[in-house]
């Protein structure tokens, strides 16, 4: 189980949040499209359309890899979308549990993988994969001050 719920997820991955320029969506579209470093990503939001308002964000980005592979030390970063809502990654191992990998690929990804991880991947290496769609996107809310915004909205609206 790669999740127990979007709360617990961003919760537990908050720490390796992108910081990325989200771009306007269509209304009713799942999809956000985001410059992270210098590639344009197309996320599957997890966390709902109220967070995700134009402009800097932290996002999780939350690809799935069928495999990732091991590369030569000290491979360049690198992060390019492959089509809507995919793509390819490569840079340096910043952490390993279970599952999940966390890649430097000029932003932080945290890798979710379906084939199971090289044995013994550690922190440092150089690693490859290969994100088919859909790609998640986890948004941060802008620590307190959201929550209290939304609690006295929701307080004037009841007026």
């Known amino acids: 189980m790669l999740e127990d719920s979007p709360e617990g997820f961003a919760s537990r991955w908050a720490r390796y949040a992108a910081e990325v320029e989200l771009f306007p969506r269509t209304e009713g579209s799942p999809l956000l499209e985001c410059k992270a470093g210098s590639a344009m990503l197309q996320l599957f939001e997890r966390t709902g359309p109220y967070l995700s308002r134009p402009g800097a964000r932290r996002v999780i980005i939350h690809p799935l890899a069928d495999a990732v592979e091991r590369l030569p030390a000290g491979a360049e970063p690198a992060l390019v979308a492959n089509g809507i809502s995919s793509l390819q990654a490569q840079g340096t191992v910043l952490a390993v549990e279970e599952e ?60």
Do not use: Y
């Open 100 to 159: 999940f990998v966390v890649l430097d690929a000029g932003v932080p990804l945290v890798v979710g993988s379906r084939g199971g991880l090289p044995d013994g991947l550690a922190v440092g290496e150089s690693v490859r994969c290969d994100c088919p769609a859909p790609v998640h996107g986890f948004v941060m809310a802008a620590g307190g001050l959201a929550r209290v915004e939304a609690k006295r909205e929701r307080h004037e609206d009841q007026i």
